[in-house]
């Protein structure tokens, strides 16, 4: 009966709309906390196992040499071999609890641990759950070595910052994630400054072309950095030279950055400041305050919400961005953000996973941060600058 009136009281429209957004939220959390766990997972549980078994432990398949023929001894009409798999000196498994057993790499899990197989040449081998085993042979053992075998361990869950040490002490990725902060910090805060001040003269200042100049920042929302970078980077070659400014420096790529990151800058926060109170600024005008000073005491405080969106998008492009950081500052060690650093790793540990997914988790953390501190002003900031207008 409760539950009925609840229902009622939140009504069915709205129900389904939470239910979707939570939907939402946990198909995009999915694929973040997999490559978080992957990433502190050891290799061989990568290899043998999903992530989502991490918490629950996992079977690794693994290999085990056994005791030497010259260890045999007699028992009746057989000859045997005993001892433990995971013994060290005789290329042992990584200890753990022995599922299944097999003598072939295709085959590791073909006996069941503990029941003993028959692997043909009258020959027996039993391995139990302890890691003990017992081989035996009707006739004397031939082979020079021991036997391999292959083995299917259930291993605990266990977790190792290894990884992570690994990507973190390797060549140059500390000095990239520096650049990359050198770069995604200014590219940032100068498209906000000067879009801020565009903003509020295309809102409350009147002057003529003012209708051009808002079109054609709309339009220029559309351009896509790739196609102008040469035609930039030229442009910017011919302007350094001239004033004395080096090729591969970081002012280049601030301009860039903030070149293209201000047409959406300017439309969000034309459409939101414009939408302010009218009686706000004009009593300040009244009251003979200045347009500068109108925008630094009044708009800007009331803006912090739309200039927070922004934030959030610019910094993400910058701080994932590998082209223009490749194009305006180069590919040398001391000049490669942490993209392009921690590309170059994968290029030289491509095959291995846990180093794969440490390295993403670490690109993205700071995004992350930079999403939850911001995260609710992003919404209303949004939703402000597309419903208003002046």
């Known amino acids: 009966m409760n539950a009925a009136i609840n229902l009622r009281r939140i009504g069915l429209p709205r129900l389904i709309v939470h239910l979707s957004v939570l939907l939402i939220c946990i198909l995009w959390l999915i694929p973040t906390i997999g490559i978080l766990v992957t990433s502190l997972r050891e290799p061989g549980q990568i290899a043998s196992s999903g992530w989502w078994t991490a918490f629950t432990g996992a079977a690794e398949t693994s290999a085990a040499r056994l005791g030497e023929p010259s260890t045999a001894r007699q028992d ?38 503990g029941n003993p197989a028959d692997i043909g040449d009258g020959e027996t ?10 081989y035996s042979k009707n006739a004397p053992f031939s082979d020079k070595r021991g036997k391999r075998v292959y083995l299917s361990i259930a291993q605990p869950a266990s977790f190792t910052l290894d990884n992570y040490r690994t990507v973190l002490t390797s060549q140059g990725i500390g000095q990239a994630f520096v650049n990359s902060l050198t770069v995604a910090i200014p590219a940032t805060i100068i498209p906000i400054l000067i879009s801020a001040f565009a903003a509020y003269a295309l809102s409350w200042m009147h002057f003529p072309g003012r209708a051009i100049i808002i079109a054609v920042v709309v339009g220029l929302i559309v351009v896509p950095l790739q196609m102008s970078l040469i035609p930039l980077l030229k442009m910017y070659n011919e302007i350094g030279a001239f004033f004395g400014i080096a090729s591969r420096s970081y002012v280049g790529i601030w301009l860039a950055h903030a070149a293209f990151g201000m047409p959406l800058a300017i439309y969000l926060l034309r459409n939101y400041i414009a939408g302010l109170p009218k009686e706000v600024i004009e009593s300040a005008r009244v009251d003979g305050a200045s347009d500068f000073e109108i925008f630094v005491r009044i708009v800007l405080p009331l803006s ?7 934030s959030i998008f610019q910094f993400l492009w910058t701080w994932n961005d590998l082209l223009v950081a490749m194009v305006f500052l180069g590919t040398g060690k001391d000049q490669l953000v942490l993209t392009g ?11 291995k996973w846990e180093i794969l997914t440490a390295s993403a988790f670490i690109t993205i953390i700071v995004p992350i941060i930079v999403f939850f501190a911001l995260q609710r002003y992003l919404v209303r900031g949004l939703l402000a600058g597309s419903v208003k207008g002046g």
């Open 125 to 134: 081998l039993t391995v139990n759950e302890d890691g003990s085993y017992v």
């Open 341 to 351: 650093a921690l590309n170059a790793l994968l290029g030289s540990m491509g095959g």
């Open 76 to 113: 009746g009409p057989n000859f045997v071999i005993s001892g433990s798999v995971f013994d060290g000196s005789q290329e042992g498994a990584k200890k753990g609890a022995v599922r299944a057993f097999g003598t072939k790499v295709a085959a590791p899990t073909e006996f069941t641990a």
């Open 304 to 310: 912090f919400p739309a200039l927070a969106s922004f």
